[in-house]
């Protein structure tokens, strides 16, 4: 092919890059126009790059790489030993094309093993979470000792966030349990998940009806902390309860000072 037909095949690739002047821009229109063989070629030359482009974002295999190499290098001699073909002849196009869509089928193709692979993790964990929420529920339940009742609460703190069944089974222990430290650490394990409305609902409810004097002081200081001050009235209440003791008055009256 003779050097006009190449300097022509580089003018089309600077067309489509957008790097040519508006002289230079409206004489390879026109020749598009003109020219149906000129313009199929710059049809096939915009197909190659547009692959090119999109396969930038993806990393190709050191072997892919070498392969493409060697037939460049295979492209390049067959043109200095005279033969008619050269760089972008159309079965270039089609090669260039091929290899640039084989990069992007094995971007693809990692992309969905990747997709695969986190899938299988979240339904591992999930897996994970639900036994360890069955071991907690079992653990806690009334036939079992209180050393083990603790030890199911204390499962709870591992678990990164609560749904409904954790949530009951801890305000269950909380308020119904009757071991002291069972009560507190259900307390300690609510306290965890403070930020679900459901839970705070909870400690507040739990407040007008604890009568475990440990478990009172231990729940005014957790929603004091959390500045509830919708308890406020509770406070009071206790405050003014002649069967309240006097640690949990002291408690309730110095949180009434600071919600209010």
Known sequence: MNNDQEKLEMQLIDYIDGKLSEAEKRAVEQELMGNDKVYKIYEQLKEVMHAVD???RLEPSQELKVKFD??????????KKGTKIIFFRPVFYRSAAAVALLVLGVGVGFWISKQNDQQQEISRIKTEMEATKMMMISLMDNKQS??????GVNVAL???SADDEVVQALAKRMNEDPNTNVRLAALDALGKFHDD????????????NQKDPVVQIALIQILVKLKEKGVVNDLKRIVEDEESMKAVKDEAYSGIMVLS
């Open 197 to 208: 409305p459901a839970v705070r609902k909870i400690l507040i409810d739990a407040l007008s």
């Open 158 to 160: 591992t678990i990164e």
């Open 146 to 151: 209180a050393s083990q009742r603790i030890q």
């Open 54 to 56: 999109r396969a930038k």
């Open 70 to 79: 060697q037939f460049l290098t295979e492209e390049i001699a067959s043109s």
